[in-house]
């Protein structure tokens, strides 16, 4: 999965260092570029406002003037989101579900073919859904990584009800 990310996470921490080496002062500006390449990352509005809550916080108290001394606190305050525990994707012995959602062209049908690989050799039973049924394609991508993983897959028809598909693994 991380070797997966690795092209997403490079994007981010690129755009990061731009904000971070391209000011010269920590001003609204600069929290108004970093909501941006944070929200732009997937990472969410609330979680990002709650990140940057942080760090203006820290920021404030630390005395920091200059936006690349931030740099460690915004990863630190990152990692601190990101820390679910140990157990955080022990799922039971009952049925579970994870929705995956974003925009186009982030690495959601990837992401979603790796975790299949992970769940599956760790022992986990896992169905895939083809809930995009309007993008052309788009079941057969998740098919393909179905076949990868060896994992089942559930399809509907091209153009169905995509809500009828989830429920498909669930009955």
Not at 8 to 26: A, D, E, K, P, Q
Not at 45 to 52: A, C, K, S
Not at 81 to 102: C, P, R, T
Not at 123 to 143: I, N, P, Y
């Amino acid at each position: 999965l991380v070797s997966g990310l690795t092209k997403t996470r490079n994007n981010i921490v690129s755009n990061l260092n731009s904000i971070f080496n391209g000011f010269s002062s920590i001003d609204d500006d600069f929290y108004e570029e970093l909501e941006e390449i944070l929200i732009m990352s997937d990472i969410g509005v609330n979680t990002t406002e709650e990140i940057l809550d942080n760090l203006k916080e820290q920021v404030k108290e630390n005395k920091i003037k200059e936006p690349i001394e931030c740099k460690e606190l915004l990863i630190k305050n990152i990692e601190e989101q990101m820390d679910l525990g140990e157990n955080a994707y022990d799922f039971e012995n009952e049925k579970s579900v994870i929705l995956m959602i974003g925009v186009n062209g982030v690495g959601k049908t990837t992401s979603i073919g790796k975790l299949a690989s992970q769940f599956k050799n760790n022992g986990k039973k896992v169905v895939l859904a083809a809930a995009d049924t309007f993008r052309a394609a788009a079941a057969d991508q998740l098919k393909e990584w179905a076949n990868r993983a060896n994992v089942d897959i559930v399809m509907g028809a091209e153009g169905s009800d995509p809500g009828s598909v989830c429920m498909m693994p669930l009955v």
